[in-house]
């Protein structure tokens, strides 16, 4: 059972709004479901359940709802990506429909005070959390990012649980909140080359296969700049649901089972995995930023199309801060020349792109990899920019 | 009957039990509140203010929200009682207004048709025939 404050308990009965008493009344089922002795307050909530396409009526009406009901953040809040650039969803082809819904679901989270950074990377627009901070986060890419990397305790929260502590400024104590539960029971040995976003989103997307529920922590990864971090942990969420990862000499905290299984990962597993994600196509579409790119990345990107124009179109998906900063640098300007276009606020998995008439995307992602096939109808072009530019 | 509370508030109606899980998006019909998924067992039966006893939710966690739709609809069962809640369930029961409780202490005792009453706030069922 769970024990709740004086403070926690008047919420729970309703003094303050019926939004706030339901959210409790979430963490505290939540709490009881997994166990949880008591609430521990958030410094931050990242909200998923933000494109229309993946939410629908059902979650606008519920938005909606809460905003009735007089739903306020205790803590600050962001989003996870929209269904389209807020600015320039005409020229990305969304279609109007879907726009006009994709605004008002936008709006019902600003009016409850949350903060409009509709970015799968909060932690490159200044959101990070220090080391052993709780925090209550709901993208898996984001999720991983902040327990590995950054070393803050997050459970993987849906829309509703995340929202529900944001507006609390709780969450119940249970899972990745407890040293307990953040011990890596499987070491994963690399034994191959990992040079690019390609190398390390294969390495994830076959780890996560293997690993699954497990944490993984790995040995023999030399360097890897945030980036192929980032890319990494995405695409092991994706394909198991890898919460956390440990990286010796890499990550900030690494905690290993006395009695944890040993496994090699070769050379020959991630070529055979680059050449399995590959339908070999030409893609009617390169989309670069799964999770969304780092302004270092957006320059690699402008660097190369500078040389060589691609021969298909791309888009280059980041957060509105970092596409501000590469207008600045005249990277998108360069992008824009090679028939590339920068997209901020949303990504290649939660836009319609099936409705787009777009049937070969291009990416060097993992995560992309695993989603687009279904929540986009498309075939997959994977492999190195290098290469999925210029088919 | 003990359980436990998971969403507040009284409702009484007539049992449906299922005993396969229930995944709201797309196995159940907002509108109507008709299970629509192919092959489940209560394929083309009402949950509409029914006493809905199944072992848990499944599928996507939008399904909470269309837990919502069938309340603002007038289509949600009147009460929920699962095996052993987990959040998508819970959460829709929630957001909904559903009462809801898990871990009855013998959930054999539910069956189609009997009438019975299940209290959110305090977490019991009472079999009323």
Known sequence: ?391 | MKARSISRGKASGEVLVSSEPIGFLGGIDPETGNVMEKGHELEGKNISGKILVFPNGKGSTVGSYVMLQLAKNKKAPAAIVNVSAEPIIAVGAIISGIPMVDQPEDISKLKNGQKAEVDGTAGTINLIS
């Open chain 1, 1 to 391: 059972m769970m024990e709740l404050s004086e403070k926690e308990q008047k919420i729970f009965d309703g003094e303050t709004n019926e939004a706030a008493r339901q959210s409790m009344e979430i963490l505290v089922a939540l709490g009881k479901i997994y166990g949880a002795k008591r609430m521990i307050p958030i410094a931050s909530a990242q909200i998923s359940g933000v494109s229309y396409k993946t939410i629908g009526d059902a979650g606008l009406d519920y938005l909606k709802d809460l905003v009735k009901k007089g739903a306020k953040v205790a803590v600050p809040a962001f989003l996870n990506p929209a269904g389209m650039d807020i600015a320039q969803w005409k020229d990305m082809g969304i279609p109007e429909e879907f726009a006009k819904k994709q605004k008002e679901i936008l709006i019902a989270y600003q009016a409850m005070g949350i903060m409009r950074t509709c970015t799968c990377t909060p932690y490159f627009v200044g959101q990070r959390p220090k080391q052993g901070e709780h925090i209550a986060w709901a993208e898996s890419s984001a999720v991983s990012f902040a327990n590995s990397i950054l070393g803050a305790r997050t459970n993987r929260e849906g829309g509703p649980s995340a929202l529900a502590a944001a507006i609390c400024g709780i969450t119940p104590e249970y899972g990745l909140h407890l040293d307990e539960n953040r011990i890596a029971d499987i070491v994963v040995e690399i034994q191959c080359r990992l040079e690019t976003n390609a190398d390390f989103g294969a390495l994830g997307y076959a780890v996560g296969k293997l690993v699954k529920r497990k944490i993984p922590a790995f040995t023999g990864i030399k360097s890897a700049g945030e980036p192929f971090l980032k890319v990494l942990g995405a695409s092991m969420a994706a394909t198991g649901s890898v919460p956390l990862y440990y990286i010796k000499g890499i990550t900030p905290e690494w905690k290993v089972d006395d009695d944890a299984e040993k496994i090699i990962f070769s050379q020959k597993q991630l070529d055979d995995t680059k050449n399995e994600l590959d339908s070999k196509a030409k893609p009617d579409l390169v989309t670069i930023g799964c999770p969304h790119c780092s302004i270092d990345e957006i320059r690699e990107v402008a660097e190369l199309v500078k040389k060589k124009k691609p021969t298909c179109a791309f888009w280059v998906c980041t957060a509105r801060k970092i596409k501000e900063n590469a207008e600045q640098l005249g990277y998108s300007k360069i992008i824009e020349n090679a028939g590339g276009i920068v997209v901020a606020d949303t990504c290649m998995v939660v836009c319609p792109l099936e409705e787009m008439g777009m049937e070969v995307t291009g990416t060097n992602s993992g995560k992309a990899a695993k989603y687009l096939p279904n929540l986009c109808r498309q075939k997959v072009a994977f492999g190195d920019l290098k290469d999925i530019l210029y088919r």
